[in-house]
């Protein structure tokens, strides 16, 4: 810690201000890390171990300068701090955070560089989205999800399980949902519900007080008939937020908003809707997309495919447990050398 505060006085200075600054539970430690960074250090490098007289593992960095391991800990303390901010950790999360920047750590040092400062570039070019991506795709590799017969599979799984995600949205536009309205004043006091009939052939909807039960489907006085409705709109593109302006509440409901345009007469006509959450937004998109005859392409129809994909293939190999699955399929065997021969069913056998 001191040869870190000495040699390294900006680095150490922008570390202790970003923290104080943060709030007391999102503070990164510096103590606490520091005694854990040299521990795991000291168990990355063996250090305190008897050299091995066969071992052929060396590391050319270290040979490069005389305070190597305190300028080490000098880079790792930095990446320990980055680290904690792409992860958002608090206190809690300390013993997480931790086994990031060791995996960061070995990654990098597996990698044999030649010198501190190509160790601290290829350090920091492995962030925390990456470290969870290599570890899903390692997780992959390990249950033998990537074998091109698992990947060909999956492919043939996905339209009957689209097919499935379709289904589920429909039914949950049939369900309906409470949407508020944004007057003028930007109040959202005014409740309205719209659900979809169901022979899918109609929304219907209707304002509705608060605090009061969902409407049944005959008492809802508006209709607006699917094959009626031209396109879906989302975010900016929605006229009701376009209105706005740009304030920072707008902001919050670009996210959440979403429209569909129909003639009304010789006039275009538009149906608004200001979701209650983000997950209602994608079913809602997923379900009119789906109604309109477009690809459902959410953040939530990609995970719910992914899950599905991974539960489905799953079922389907619980069989072939412990064995293994060829890179390539069996060779098909040659052809008869003739096709002279049948068997006759009706023929009882003594």
């Known amino acids: 810690m001191l040869y870190f505060s000495r040699h390294a006085p900006s680095a150490y200075s922008r570390f202790v201000l970003e923290n104080s600054s943060r709030e007391d539970k999102h503070e990164c430690p510096f103590a606490r890390s520091s005694i854990q960074l040299t521990v795991l250090l000291c168990e990355l490098l063996r250090v305190g171990e008897p050299c091995s007289e066969t071992a052929q593992d060396f590391s050319p960095m ?44 070995a990654r990098t040092l597996a990698l044999k560089p030649s010198s501190l400062e190509l160790f601290r570039t290829k350090v920091n070019a492995l962030p925390y989205g990456e470290v969870l991506r290599l570890r ?24 009957e399980l689209m097919g499935l995600i379709r289904q589920q949205r429909l039914l949950r536009l049939c369900e309906g949902t ?12 005014k409740l309205w519900f719209c659900c979809l009939s169901p022979n899918h052939k109609v929304l219907q909807y209707g304002d509705v007080e608060e605090g009061a039960s969902p409407p049944t489907l005959e008492s809802l006085p508006e209709q607006l008939p699917v094959a009626d409705i031209k396109a879906l709109l989302t975010g900016k593109d929605c006229p009701h937020v376009r209105e706005k302006g740009s304030g ?20 275009e ?33 990609r995970l719910d495919l992914e899950q599905l994909l991974t539960m489905e293939t799953k079922l389907r190999l619980l069989e072939l447990e412990n064995v293994p699955i060829p890179e390539q399929p069996p060779p098909i065997p040659p052809p008869p050398t003739n096709f002279n021969f049948c068997y006759d069913c009706s023929i009882t056998e003594p």
Not at 66 to 80: K, N, P, Y
Not at 251 to 256: I, Q, R, V
């Open 248 to 267: 920072k509440q707008n902001k919050d409901l670009y996210e959440l908003a979403f429209s569909v345009s129909y003639d009304h007469g010789e006039e």
């Open 178 to 189: 409470l949407f508020r309205k944004i007057s003028s004043r930007r109040r959202q006091d």
């Open 269 to 301: 006509a538009y149906l608004n809707f200001i979701a209650p959450s983000k997950r209602e937004f994608h079913l809602w998109t997923d379900g009119l997309s789906a109604l309109l005859g477009s690809p459902m392409g959410s953040e939530q129809t």
């Open 62 to 105: 270290f040979f490069g300068q005389d305070q190597s391991f305190h300028e080490l800990f000098c880079v790792s303390i930095q990446l320990l701090n980055k680290t904690w901010k792409e992860m958002r950790a608090t206190q809690e999360d300390f013993d997480k955070v931790m086994q990031v920047v060791r995996e960061q750590l």
């Open 136 to 159: 899903q795709t390692e997780r992959l590799h390990q249950e033998g999800t990537l074998a091109p017969p698992i990947l060909e599979l999956r492919e043939k799984l996905k339209p």
